[in-house]
C-alpha cells in the first residue's frame, strides 16, 4: 500500500543567476523535482540578483522564499529541518541550483520511500555524480552505507527527532556525516540507491602531465579542504571508540585523497597550506566559519 508522505527541499543560492542560458539550465534542474515535492524553500545566504530565475520558481504556490545571513549549510540545513518539522513533513532534501536528478531518480526515490518499508533507513541517498562521471549500472540497485553527503539525499523527520540533531559547529560539511553516524548507532540504516543520480554541473577538471603520462582529478575547493579537514579531526575523535570501523576507513580515505591532490593539483601546495591551517585550528578547538588570518 503506498503512503502519503511530504517532502520538502531547501535550494541554497550564494550567487546571482543572471545569465539567460544558466536561468534556463537551473530552472530545467528544478524541473527533475519540484512537481514531486509539497514545498520548496529558497534561501538567498547573499544579496543576489536571482529575480529572473526566482520568477520561473515562484509560480508554484509552494514556494517560499527566505533570505538569512549565511551561517553555513549545517545552520541552513538545521533551518530547514525546524521550518519542515513545523509543517509536519517526513522528509526533507538540500540542494543547489547547478545539481539535477538524472532522468526520474527524484520519482523514484520517492516511489521508493511510499512503498517500501523504509522504517530502519534514517537517510536514502541517490548516487552523487559530476556533469561528466560515467555511471554503471548495479545488479543491486540498493546497498547499505556508512556515511554520505546531505546535497540529494532524502533525511526521515521521524527518526531524525531521536537523535541529538545537526552539529551546526562544524559549518560547512562533515556535519551531514556525523548525523549519519549517529543514525546507525541507533540501529538505523544509510541507503545508497545505486541506479538513481544526482548530479552536480558546476565543476572544474584538472590535468597534469607527468612525462608522457595525463593525470585527471576533479577540483577540490581551497576552503572546503580546510573544512573538510578540520571537522574531520573533531569526528575522528568524537567516534574513535564509538565506531572504530568507520574512523579508520575515514582515515585512509583522506589519506589518499592527500596523496591525490599532491600528484594530480599543479595547486597542491596551497592546498596543504590549508590543511596544515585545519590541524592547527582543530588543535586550538576553533569550529564555525574560517576566519582569515592577518
Same mark, same amino acid.
Given at each position: ?94 540542494? !543547489? ?10 520519482? /523514484? ?150 596523496? /591525490? ?32 588570518? !592577518?
Amino acid at each position: 500500500m503506498e503512503k502519503q508522505i511530504k517532502i520538502n527541499i531547501g535550494l541554497i543560492i550564494n550567487k546571482s543567476i543572471t545569465i539567460e542560458e544558466e536561468i534556463k539550465q537551473y530552472y530545467e534542474n528544478a524541473l527533475t523535482y519540484i512537481n514531486q515535492i509539497d514545498k520548496l524553500y529558497i534561501y538567498l545566504t547573499k544579496e543576489v540578483d536571482v529575480s529572473k530565475f526566482i520568477t520561473y520558481l515562484t509560480k508554484y504556490p509552494y514556494v517560499e522564499i527566505a533570505k538569512c545571513i549565511d551561517y553555513g549549510d549545517a545552520e541552513i540545513y538545521k533551518a530547514l529541518i525546524d521550518k519542515s518539522e513545523e509543517d509536519n513533513a517526513d522528509y526533507i532534501v538540500l540542494l !543547489k541550483p547547478d545539481m539535477y536528478y538524472e532522468n526520474d531518480s527524484f520519482i /523514484e526515490l520517492k516511489k521508493y520511500i511510499t512503498q517500501a518499508d523504509v522504517s530502519r533507513i534514517s537517510v536514502l541517498t541517490p548516487m552523487p555524480l559530476f556533469g561528466s562521471e560515467l555511471h554503471e549500472r548495479k545488479a543491486e540497485e540498493f546497498r547499505a552505507i556508512k556515511g554520505c553527503n546531505a546535497y540529494g539525499a532524502l533525511l526521515n523527520l521521524h527518526i531524525y527527532k531521536e537523535t541529538r540533531g545537526i552539529k551546526t559547529e562544524y559549518y560547512q560539511t562533515t556535519f551531514d556525516y556525523d548525523y549519519c553516524l549517529q543514525t546507525r548507532l541507533l540501529g538505523y540504516d544509510i541507503m545508497l540507491a545505486q541506479n538513481l543520480v544526482l548530479r552536480k554541473q558546476n565543476y572544474k577538471v584538472l590535468t597534469r602531465k607527468i612525462g608522457f603520462i595525463t593525470l585527471t582529478m576533479f577540483e577540490r575547493d581551497l576552503i572546503d579542504v580546510y573544512y573538510e579537514t578540520r571537522n574531520r579531526y573533531y569526528l575522528w575523535e568524537e567516534y574513535k571508540n564509538l565506531d572504530r570501523d568507520y574512523v579508520l576507513l575515514d582515515k585512509k580515505l583522506a589519506k589518499k585523497e592527500q596523496q /591525490e591532490l599532491r600528484a594530480k593539483d599543479k595547486h597542491y601546495k596551497e592546498k596543504f597550506m590549508m590543511i596544515d591551517r585545519a590541524r592547527s585550528d582543530y588543535k586550538k578547538g576553533i569550529k564555525g566559519p574560517f576566519k582569515q588570518t !592577518k
